[in-house]
C-alpha cells in the first residue's frame, strides 16, 4: 500500500506534515550522534548554540528567545544539566531565577559538536536544494500566527460553520 493520506490531505494535515518531516530528521541525527557515541539530544542544539553566542542566560530568557514554552525548557536544561553539559545556578539578586550556562565539558566538546551541527547544516541544504524560499513561508505563517493566533482562527471559522 503506497497510499499517502496526509499527502493526500494537503494543507488540511500541515501540521502532521511538519511533524512527520521533523520525526524524520530528528530520528536520523539522533541515529548519527548515537553511531558516533555522542550523549546528545538533536533539540539540545538550540539550547547549546544560544547559550554558546550569548553566555549565561535565565530559563525564561531561553524560553521566550526560542519562542518555547517555560515548562519545555526546564525539562531540557534539566536532561542537559544532568549529563554535566549545562551549569545552573540560583541568580544572586532573584533566587528564584535560575541562571544557565555551559559547562566545562560542552566548552571542551563544542568544536566537535559543531562539526556534526555544520554538517546537519549542509544536509539540510542539500534536501531543500539550497532554495531558501521555504523559509519566507514559515516567516508568513509565524507573522500570521502571532497577529491573530490559531486558536482565534479556528475559533472564529467553526462559530462560521455554526450558523
Avoid at 25 to 39: E, R, T
Avoid at 147 to 158: A, G
Wanted: net charge negative.
Amino acid at each position: 500500500m503506497n497510499d499517502d493520506f496526509i499527502k493526500e490531505l494537503g494543507y488540511k494535515a500541515l501540521d502532521s506534515r511538519f511533524k512527520r518531516i521533523s520525526e524524520k530528521m530528528a530520528y536520523s541525527v539522533k541515529k548519527l550522534y548515537k553511531d558516533l557515541d555522542y550523549d546528545i539530544e538533536p533539540n539540545w542544539y538550540l539550547i547549546f548554540m544560544i547559550l554558546r553566542d550569548k553566555g549565561e542566560l535565565s530559563l525564561v530568557d531561553i524560553a521566550e528567545s526560542l519562542g518555547y514554552s517555560h515548562p519545555s525548557v526546564v525539562i531540557t536544561v534539566k536532561k542537559m544539566a544532568a549529563k554535566d553539559y549545562l551549569d545552573v545556578k540560583k541568580d544572586d539578586s532573584d533566587k528564584r531565577k535560575q541562571i544557565v550556562s555551559l559547562s566545562s565539558k560542552a566548552i571542551r566538546l563544542m568544536p566537535e559538536f559543531e562539526m556534526l551541527w555544520n554538517s546537519c547544516e549542509a544536509a539540510i541544504l542539500n534536501v531543500i536544494q539550497e532554495d531558501l524560499t521555504i523559509l519566507n513561508y514559515l516567516d508568513g505563517i509565524e507573522s500570521a500566527l502571532e497577529e491573530t493566533s490559531f486558536y482565534n482562527r479556528f475559533k472564529q471559522e467553526y462559530k462560521k460553520h455554526l450558523k
